[in-house]
């Protein structure tokens, strides 16, 4: 028998070895040479085009992250821009303050665009998706007003004249290399975060938002991050767009701009860079051909959301994305890996017992779960099973935080677990699969079970975007972790796989290896043999037993009897939130009011 | 002066009450929000100026039309950008597809109609002065919404079906209820409270395809501090704001009352998201 580590070591070039990651980046180096040769065949119009396409793209990129990644529906991020491209050109105009330079002025623009990013965005930690896309939509409307009627500083309708970067970015094609290096500068940085820690927490949060917080995932630091970031760059845009335009005012900031942008991402395609890039790119010039239809555009931008939206949700980067379209094997079997657990998930960690006193809780009349007592011991199999209804999956929803108790305490090691701090909980080393799998389903198997490990990385998000050492580390370590994670759970010739092609007992397994990511003292599992075959139960029991001889405590909630009494050390049965029996498989199995309650033999 | 500001300030409001009713009953009957709710506003007031002051329609024929119109394009609403998307709710598709047919119907009224502000027609040959058909019509229209809704949801058998699909969707099929032509049926309701709402405010806002995106903003105000689905909490949100906007337009200038209202309704919605009228829904896991 092969040593595990040399088992794994040759799947991995496969899926992520430096061929895909050469053949990933080749669009984008197709479009560096190009643009680095614009010039030599582009005349002096297309040079506008093409300068506008990269301002348009600096600020298409960091909203990319903010739609595109986070699912954030942000439509007036044009406010940005203004925003940018009055500062920048007031500033370097003097009017107001003593004439700044050019790229002092850019600077401050993209300070003041980071704060105003913050401000637009932080509702969106409170609101539903519509109310925040209304209050952008707000903020957009009200920046074009005030720089009309500001009249002494922006010169209201008449307007001011944009900055002259100097020698030399002066001339035309010196002022497209400026914006092209920005513009190409802006897809590295966020490449960088798409593929890191940041990026994965994002889409968490855009489709499967519990299993973001299960893992820990703090999203107000986040989106903040991101939408400082994302109102920095389009700040940028703007001093960019002002010295583009060479005098600006309101006029040229149009909620259609506002839309172009917003379409140009969702064409392309959510949770991709590449797809928006080619989407701004093909949106900046397509008008061009048709100069006819350019009273149309923003008609015809708005008819292609709604195809887009109503017959390919995935844009272009789905239509790009071959790889996926390639056949699975379909009778594949899932075979776990138990010895593999005590090398992931290291040496037993100390944390003493997860106990509950008398919890209660009732939701309007109903006492969902009405004092119970339960202590989850380190290394061992905690059973919770129940008729539908008992009050299994609340019990497992108070542990995690998602409801808080009305009266009693859960206590870790003793200290009592704050109520409602969902994400603290995978701090404290809890994980917890749900009963029906959380998935980000456009992210690869990989990626989803690397989200679980997320608490795990060290380097900051201004790392990522930089892709600094650290942040590499990070990127190594998590590979790794997840590949044994996945080979663990038997999964890891699927981990290239674009997660939605699974089958429902594949991601079952799937939540159970990016919980295992925590190397969790505590595993809460809610029903994880729904939906299994027998043969899968089997595994999936042999897996839970190596799981808790490692040290962890699980807690398993399940309706498949024969799992429980097979596996478990110690089992609690509930009726109507109340603790109904508690003690050994034996003891339970020969418990009379059991068996005529629930057993039913 | 304080006369003036009050009886503006309540004409708004009443059209802002309207436009939040037209989110509302779309609401009702989806659980989805739409953007065509100020496109609906925005074309009460074009299409009224199109069939009296450019056709030289009667005022009752065109105000007739218009509002068939505005029932028309609530129904193109539901069948092309709600109804294809209410199966994925949590992709919040929703909002990019009634974004993009409100912008399909902006940009064809800036195209075919006009991209300036055009007259709406006087619709009562009386005398200007004191208080004016420009206030007291949208007024009028917003009284006769609320007592109308009031009366067709409470003693109408198709009210109650539209009240219970509101309630429970999934219990209201199961008994049996249309679910899609009572859909329909409201989001054609719908169209004709938002085109009313253009129609008779259209002396104060004139015909003009920008209306759309501000009434869309607007009147989700109403709705967003009344507490959604909620009509009452909408017509009182929705006077007071139109006061609101109109008392600080008197005090701090025009532009810089819009940054007023927009700065209101951010605190009133961050301090509480589910609305001043409203409760939290708790969430599922």
């Known amino acids: 028998m092969d040593t595990p580590a040399a088992q794994l070591r040759p799947s991995r070039p496969n899926v992520l070895g430096s061929a895909s990651t050469f053949s990933a980046a080749l669009p984008f180096l197709a479009l560096l040479v190009v643009g680095v040769a614009f010039p030599l065949f582009g005349g002096g119009y297309w040079g506008v085009i093409a300068t506008r396409a990269c301002v348009y793209w600096v600020l298409v990129s960091g909203l990319n992250l903010v739609v595109g990644f986070a699912g954030q529906i942000a439509i007036g991020w044009v406010a940005l821009l203004t925003l940018g491209a009055y500062t920048t050109s007031v500033l370097t105009a003097g009017t107001v303050t003593p004439a700044l330079p050019p790229y002092l002025a850019l600077a401050?623009?993209?300070?003041?665009?980071?704060?105003?990013?913050?401000?637009?965005?932080?509702?969106?930690?409170?609101?539903?998706?519509?109310?925040?896309?209304?209050?952008?939509?707000?903020?957009?409307?009200?920046?074009?007003?005030?720089?009309?009627?500001?009249?002494?500083?922006?010169?209201?309708?008449?307007?001011?004249?944009?900055?002259?970067?100097?020698?030399?970015?002066?001339?035309?094609?010196?002022?497209?290399?400026?914006?092209?290096?920005?513009?190409?500068?802006?897809?590295?940085?966020?490449?960088?975060?798409?593929?890191?820690?940041?990026?994965?927490?994002?889409?968490?949060?855009?489709?499967?938002?519990?299993?973001?917080?299960?893992?820990?995932?703090?999203?107000?630091?986040?989106?903040?991050?991101?939408?400082?970031?994302?109102?920095?760059?389009?700040?940028?845009?703007?001093?960019?767009?002002?010295?583009?335009?060479?005098?600006?005012?309101?006029?040229?900031?149009?909620?259609?701009?506002?839309?172009?942008?917003?379409?140009?991402?969702?064409?392309?395609?959510?949770?991709?860079?590449?797809?928006?890039?080619?989407?701004?790119?093909?949106?900046?010039?397509?008008?061009?051909?048709?100069?006819?239809?350019?009273?149309?555009?923003?008609?015809?931008?708005?008819?292609?959301?709604?195809?887009?939206?109503?017959?390919?949700?995935?844009?272009?980067?789905?239509?790009?994305?071959?790889?996926?379209?390639?056949?699975?094997?379909?009778?594949?079997?899932?075979?776990?890996?138990?010895?593999?657990?005590?090398?992931?998930?290291?040496?037993?960690?100390?944390?003493?017992?997860?106990?509950?006193?008398?919890?209660?809780?009732?939701?309007?009349?109903?006492?969902?779960?009405?004092?119970?007592?339960?202590?989850?011991?380190?290394?061992?199999?905690?059973?919770?099973?129940?008729?539908?209804?008992?009050?299994?999956?609340?019990?497992?929803?108070?542990?995690?935080?998602?409801?808080?108790?009305?009266?009693?305490?859960?206590?870790?090691?003793?200290?009592?677990?704050?109520?409602?701090?969902?994400?603290?909980?995978?701090?404290?080393?809890?994980?917890?699969?749900?009963?029906?799998?959380?998935?980000?389903?456009?992210?690869?198997?990989?990626?989803?079970?690397?989200?679980?490990?997320?608490?795990?990385?060290?380097?900051?998000?201004?790392?990522?975007?930089?892709?600094?050492?650290?942040?590499?580390?990070?990127?190594?370590?998590?590979?790794?972790?997840?590949?044994?994670?996945?080979?663990?759970?038997?999964?890891?010739?699927?981990?290239?796989?674009?997660?939605?092609?699974?089958?429902?007992?594949?991601?079952?397994?799937?939540?159970?290896?990016?919980?295992?990511?925590?190397?969790?003292?505590?595993?809460?599992?809610?029903?994880?043999?729904?939906?299994?075959?027998?043969?899968?139960?089997?595994?999936?029991?042999?897996?839970?037993?190596?799981?808790?001889?490692?040290?962890?405590?699980?807690?398993?909630?399940?309706?498949?009897?024969?799992?429980?009494?097979?596996?478990?050390?110690?089992?609690?049965?509930l009726n109507l939130g109340r603790m109904l029996a508690a003690g050994t498989p034996a003891e339970i199995r020969s418990h009379r009011e059991v068996v005529n309650a629930y057993l039913g033999g | 002066m304080v006369e003036s500001i009050v009886s503006t300030g309540l004409a708004i409001g009443c059209i802002y009450a309207l436009i939040g009713i037209t989110y509302n009953v779309m609401f009702s009957a989806s659980r989805v929000f739409s953007f065509t709710a100020g496109t609906l506003g925005m074309l009460g007031g074009v299409l009224g100026s199109l069939f009296i002051a450019r056709m030289g329609m009667p005022a009752a024929v065109g105000f007739f039309l218009a509002l068939a119109g505005g029932a028309v394009l609530g129904i193109v609403t539901e069948i092309v950008a709600v109804r294809p998307v209410l199966r994925s709710l949590d992709q919040h598709l929703y909002v990019l597809s009634t974004l993009a047919l409100a912008l399909i119907i902006q940009q064809f009224t800036a195209i075919e109609w006009s991209t300036e502000p055009q007259p709406f027609p006087r619709l009562f040959a009386i005398a200007r002065g004191g208080f004016d058909q420009q206030f007291w019509l949208p007024m009028l229209a917003c009284a006769a919404v609320i007592v109308g809704l009031e009366l067709l949801y409470r003693h109408t058998l198709i009210g109650r079906a539209f009240l219970a699909i509101a309630e429970d969707t999934y219990a209201a099929r199961a008994l049996g209820l249309p679910e899609r032509s009572l859909r329909m049926t409201s989001y054609a309701l719908a169209g004709v409270i938002g085109a009313l709402a253009g129609f008779a405010g259209g002396e104060m806002l004139l015909a003009f395809f920008a209306n759309a995106p501000l009434l869309t903003f607007y009147g989700f105000v109403p709705v967003a501090l009344g507490g959604m689905g909620n009509n009452r909490g909408a017509v009182v949100a929705g006077l007071l704001l139109g006061l609101f906007q109109q008392t600080a337009n008197f005090l701090v200038g025009g532009i810089f009352a819009s940054v007023a209202v927009f700065t209101v309704f951010i605190i009133v919605l961050l301090a509480r998201p589910e609305g001043l009228a409203g409760a939290a829904l708790q969430r599922r896991v």
């Open chain 1, 108 to 573: 401050i623009a993209a300070a003041v665009g980071a704060i105003f990013g913050l401000i637009i965005g932080l509702p969106a930690l409170r609101l539903r998706t519509f109310y925040f896309a209304i209050t952008t939509l707000g903020f957009a409307t009200i920046v074009t007003q005030v720089a009309l009627a500001w009249q002494s500083v922006t010169g209201g309708g008449v307007g001011v004249a944009g900055p002259i970067f100097p020698e030399p970015f002066s001339s035309q094609w010196g002022f497209y290399y400026f914006c092209f290096g920005l513009a190409a500068i802006c897809t590295w940085m966020t490449a960088n975060v798409a593929a890191s820690r940041f990026g994965r927490a994002l889409t968490a949060i855009r489709d499967a938002e519990v299993a973001a917080e299960a893992s820990g995932i703090a999203k107000p630091a986040l989106l903040g991050a991101v939408f400082m970031f994302s109102g920095a760059v389009a700040a940028v845009a703007g001093g960019l767009f002002a010295a583009l335009q060479s005098y600006i005012t309101p006029d040229a900031f149009t909620l259609d701009l506002s839309i172009l942008f917003f379409i140009a991402i969702l064409i392309g395609g959510r949770g991709s860079i590449l797809g928006p890039l080619l989407g701004t790119i093909l949106l900046t010039v397509l008008p061009e051909f048709a100069a006819p239809l350019v009273a149309w555009s923003t008609f015809l931008y708005a008819v292609l959301l709604l195809v887009i939206v109503l017959a390919i949700p995935g844009g272009i980067a789905e239509i790009l994305d071959f790889k996926n379209r390639r056949p699975i094997e379909s009778d594949r079997a899932i075979i776990p890996r138990p010895d593999l657990i005590e090398r992931l998930l290291g040496a037993p960690p100390d944390a003493g017992a997860l106990t509950l006193e008398q919890v209660a809780l009732s939701f309007g009349g109903v006492h969902a779960i009405d004092g119970l007592d339960l202590e989850i011991r380190p290394g061992q199999v905690h059973g919770l099973i129940g008729p539908n209804g008992s009050g299994k999956t609340t019990t497992l929803n108070v542990i995690s935080g998602y409801y808080a108790q009305q009266y009693g305490a859960v206590r870790l090691n003793g200290a009592a677990l704050p109520v409602f701090a969902r994400h603290r909980r995978a701090h404290m080393r809890i994980a917890r699969t749900f009963q029906t799998p959380r998935i980000v389903g456009s992210a690869s198997v990989l990626q989803n079970v690397m989200i679980g490990g997320t608490i795990d990385g060290e380097g900051t998000f201004v790392e990522s975007l930089l892709s600094l050492p650290r942040h590499r580390r990070d990127e190594v370590m998590l590979r790794d972790t997840a590949m044994l994670a996945l080979a663990a759970v038997g999964l890891e010739r699927l981990a290239a796989v674009r997660a939605d092609r699974l089958q429902h007992s594949e991601l079952r397994f799937t939540e159970i290896a990016r919980a295992l990511m925590l190397r969790p003292a505590f595993l809460l599992l809610d029903e994880p043999a729904a939906g299994l075959s027998a043969e899968e139960i089997g595994r999936l029991g042999a897996l839970l037993l190596a799981i808790a001889r490692a040290g962890t405590g699980v807690l398993l909630v399940e309706h498949h009897a024969d799992l429980i009494f097979d596996i478990c050390h110690h089992v609690t049965v």
